[in-house]
């Protein structure tokens, strides 16, 4: 078993930043939306909180963006250009997660520093992060001072279309965490992955013919 330092301090301050501030969204958001169900705090709490949440999490968002455009951590989220090696490498990958896994097979991936994703977290953390984070924080915006920026929200459709985008994407991230957490568990131990976007080290087996090996 060896170390790779893959998770430099600023991504994994932007990820439990990120972590903690979508599930007190989530947590406001349900309060906001469904008033008679739940009662964590009052309807005037839950909305002041929910929007300055918001603005950390845009904050934070740009953080993030200016790490990875300024330096080579970029990479990371390169996909693999040759679309046969993509294909083929999304395909072992949805047969390690849909049996294989079950069957104790070793994992197809292995990461490096620079490959730190497998070929679908790649192309998925792209449409997440470049997609669907900003378009959650536009609505947002909007839907944050209707008054505002009423001829924008006419111009995307009106209000309720605003609103039921915010919404979807708000299900979607929801159902992500989940998953997110649950694939983060699928390490050589149920902690593995946690404990290495807390230290940035994460261990992996040595594989000496393997050309990640020695990165």
Do not use: C
Request: aromatic share 18%.
């Amino acid at each position: 078993m060896q170390k790779l330092y893959i998770n430099p301090l600023p991504v994994r301050i932007w990820h439990w930043t990120n972590a903690l501030g979508f599930v007190l969204l989530i947590a406001t958001g349900l309060q906001i939306r469904y008033l008679d169900l739940f009662q964590w705090m009052s309807f005037r709490t839950a909305v002041v909180a929910h929007n300055w949440v918001g603005f950390v999490l845009i904050a934070n968002f740009f953080l993030w963006l200016g790490f990875h455009l300024f330096t080579d951590k970029i990479k990371v989220y390169h996909p693999e250009i040759s679309p046969v090696k993509y294909f083929r490498a999304s395909f072992r990958q949805m047969q390690f997660y849909g049996y294989g896994i079950f069957k104790g097979d070793p994992n197809p991936h292995h990461p490096s520093a620079y490959r730190k994703f497998n070929a679908l977290q790649s192309m998925l953390y792209q449409i997440i992060m470049l997609l669907l984070l900003p378009l959650q924080f536009f609505t947002g915006i909007l839907l944050w001072d209707v008054t505002r920026f009423a001829s924008m929200v006419d111009m995307f459709g009106g209000l309720r279309v605003v609103d039921t985008v915010h919404v979807l994407l708000f299900i979607l991230f929801s159902g992500f965490i989940i998953v997110h957490v649950y694939l983060a568990s699928l390490g050589h131990t149920p902690s593995a992955h946690f404990k290495a976007m807390i230290t940035g080290y994460e261990e992996v087996e040595d594989e000496p013919n393997h050309p990640n090996a020695s990165k």
